[in-house]
């Protein structure tokens, strides 16, 4: 490093730490959430547009890369996409302000068109920005170094990933208490503007903070469009050699010498190592199709698991702060232990043997998720398979009730309770009789593969309604009340008002102690309280004996369990957690550092480009994968994806075993003879077109002629450059 310059990766550090929570805020699930609870989407929908966002944050980084190499230089790319991505953050949170159409102040905004604009604009601004720095912060990070100290090197690019997954603990972390505060002017709902903002203002004092230290860095001068050039050489090859494509033109050693005759040699030298190392990231999208999916298929898993760890209470998607402490465990132990022992032990554990190595750990991180899956599937609702549906009784009545159906099976239903066995299922309209009154029997018909409520009034008529058929969205609980009062009531914490003898829709309750005041009409209420778990849905009967005036007028309130809550623990993710992580830091540090070791020196952002993009494609593969496969059961999705994976790793360890490392500098360093490039390259373009004339049509003594007057010219021009 330069003398002067020492502490300048050391400064890149932190401000790369300060710069990381703008991907965590977005994370899968907060942009989710968003997407879902504030726009109004659809499961589907969210999904869909949060992996085309993940997929442009990662292709954008080709632009940023052409801009940077060609154009502006990485510093300057750095600060002015950071004011591109600030402005989108800014625009998001402007966009989750609900008060700004809600004109009505009911809450709801009244031009919801309003806010899904200006989310789509943010978003893009967002992956404009992001991704047009991504190629350039660990390049510029690697351009502090001299070409001896490879050392450094490595241990920069390391200390650049922890101080990253540093940021985005710390993100992942806060982010949802952000969003859990209540804000609004004139009604208060979950706080978006403030998740969108904080990364705002986060990134004006990071990008304020980086700018000041612009004397200590060493800057390289942008050098030319290297991206134009790189295809527009590749694409002569290809056209030339195709123009050749005759036997009477001898081969080359590699196709892209067929550039020789109009590009630099050096250029052609610089664009085989370029190509040669993208020809191995071809198999490398199927980890990154492994790794995100902690954000979606993972988190969604921990919604169905019980994140009670005694002093803390650990909602689903703040189990992905599992991975950033990991992280900062393992790269330290991976660089100061691991990595030491191997080498000690004479093994020669190369990048790309690393690289192998954690695709296979990625791959068991998914075998243990499936192993995990298969244990959680046995806590689920069972619904019923083809054309069945299932039903439990519900009896109003202050006397116990007999069911009878279809003339035979006879059900009993306590008083104000549900019938003893949970649901029913049938798969077939059935015939429903009530205490033996023959002459007073329902038909009862069930859509199928759901779940519904018969609610039987005193005067036996029966009304269904709709029951949960799978666990609530991020471990939340549903409840709802049957109001079997000849009265109507209100019921506080989202509920509402209830009229007699009906029920109300299910409102979502977080983990926790969940209180709710029962009113009447003339303004007496009643409190009730009930600790809730995670996952579970809950029916609470107000019965027809019901005193809502007396001090313990709770304890007539009747409880049925829809849907048991979750039972497995959340910590039994960390195993898979752990492998995950493991193989992220073999596999994408060491991808890294092999990127920029293996670029040359003007093209070191053309390649991180290249890396990046692998991400994009493996957001792609998973929408791909997910929606072709169609798989019924979660486990065997799991065990799917980690089978692909191993396959891939097997196709990858053998293009390594034939990979040859390569020095950039020393390569370039051969070629850089500028004064004997133009007579190279004229002999190069003679002799082609003599054997040009070869292949064409004509007689042979025109040839010849040609030939000779070709050669002779040649030789002229070649004594005349002597002179």
């Known amino acids: 490093m330069r003398r002067g310059r020492r502490q300048t990766p050391w400064f890149i550090y932190k401000d790369i730490d300060v710069k990381k929570p703008k991907r965590k805020f977005h994370s899968k699930l907060s942009l989710r959430k968003y997407l879902m609870y504030f726009l109004k989407w659809d499961d589907d929908l969210a999904t869909s547009i949060y992996h085309t966002f993940i997929a442009l944050c990662y292709l954008t980084p080709i632009l940023g890369a052409i801009v940077a190499d060609s154009w502006l230089g990485k510093f300057k790319t750095i600060v002015y996409l950071s004011i591109v991505y600030t402005v989108g953050q800014v625009v998001m949170a402007v966009s989750a302000i609900h008060d700004i159409t809600d004109t009505d102040r009911d809450g709801t905004p009244d031009n919801m068109t309003f806010h899904v604009a200006m989310s789509m604009v943010g978003l893009f601004l967002i992956a404009l920005g992001t991704g047009g720095i991504k190629p350039c912060v660990a390049a510029f990070g690697g351009d502090q170094f001299e070409d001896h100290q490879e050392k450094q090197r490595s241990t920069f690019f390391s200390i650049f990933y922890l101080s990253i997954n540093a940021g985005s603990l710390l993100s992942t972390v806060i982010t949802p208490i952000l969003r859990g505060q209540e804000c609004g002017i004139h009604s208060q709902q979950k706080c978006y503007p403030l998740a969108f903002g904080v990364p705002a203002a986060l990134m004006v004092v990071a990008l304020i903070v980086f700018i000041m230290g612009s004397g200590m860095y060493n800057k390289t001068a942008p050098k030319g469009n290297i ?84 002093i803390l209470m650990v909602q689903p998607d703040q189990m992905q702060t599992v991975n950033p402490i990991l992280i900062l465990a393992l790269v330290p132990i991976m660089d100061s232990l691991v990595y030491p022992l191997i080498k000690k032990c004479h093994l020669n554990f190369t990048p790309l043997k690393r690289m192998t190595v954690g695709m296979l750990i990625a791959a068991l991180a998914f075998v243990a998720a499936a192993l995990l899956q298969l244990q959680i599937d046995q806590t689920l609702p069972k619904l019923p398979k083809g054309v069945a549906g299932q039903v439990k009784f519900l009896n109003l009545n202050q006397a ?145 004996t019901f005193n809502i005036g007396s001090p313990d007028c709770w304890q007539a309130i009747q409880v049925v369990e829809d849907i048991k809550p979750n039972t497995i623990h959340m910590g039994w993710q960390i195993p898979q957690y752990f492998l995950m992580t493991a193989g992220e830091v073999v596999f994408s540090v060491t991808g890294l550092e092999f990127s920029y070791s293996q670029a040359p020196s003007n093209m070191k952002s053309v390649l991180q480009a290249g890396w990046l993009f692998t991400v994009a494609v493996g957001n792609i593969i998973v929408l791909i994968v997910a929606e072709a496969a169609q798989l019924p059961d979660q486990w065997a999705e799991y065990i799917l994806f980690a089978s692909l994976l191993v396959v891939v790793c097997i196709v990858f360890a053998v293009m390594s075993y034939f990979y040859t490392y390569t020095d950039p500098a020393e390569i370039e360093a051969q070629f850089r003879q500028p004064e004997h490039e133009p007579e190279e390259k004229k002999r190069d373009r003679v002799e082609m077109e003599r054997k040009d004339s070869d292949c064409s049509k004509g007689s042979k003594g025109s040839d010849k002629k040609k030939r000779d007057s070709v050669v002779e010219q040649h030789n002229q021009d070649v004594k005349q450059s002597k002179m």
């Open 227 to 310: 991206m134009l050039e790189v295809c527009k050489c590749i694409g002569f090859a290809i056209k030339n050699r195709f123009r050749h494509r005759s036997k009477t033109f001898p081969k080359r050693e590699h196709w892209m010498d067929w550039a020789n005759e109009k590009y630099d040699k050096l250029l052609v030298a610089q664009v085989k190592m370029v190509l040669k190392v993208l020809f191995l990231y071809i198999p490398l999208p199927m980890f990154w199709t492994l790794f995100d999916q902690q954000g979606s298929r993972w988190t969604l898993q921990a919604t169905t698991m019980d994140g009670n760890f005694g």
């Open 400 to 544: 116990p009730l007999t069911v009878t159906i279809n003339g035979t099976a006879d059900v009993s239903v306590p008083a104000h309770q549900v019938n003893t066995g949970g649901y029913l299922t049938f798969d077939k309209p059935v015939r429903v009789v009530f205490n033996k009154n023959t002459s007073a029997g329902t038909d009862l018909t069930l859509m199928s593969q759901t779940r519904r409520t018969a609610l039987v009034s005193p005067t036996l008529d029966m009304n269904l309604v709709y029951d949960l058929s799978k666990k609530p969205d991020d471990g939340m609980n549903a409840i709802r009340f049957v109001n079997g009062l000849g009265s109507p009531l209100n019921v506080t914490l989202g509920v509402g008002d209830i009229a007699p003898l009906s029920v109300s829709n299910y409102s979502l309750v977080p983990q926790g102690k969940a209180e709710f005041t029962i009113m009447n009409r003339g303004g007496a209420s009643c409190l009730y309280s009930k600790e809730l778990g995670f996952g579970s849905a809950f029916t609470l009967v107000i019965p027809s």
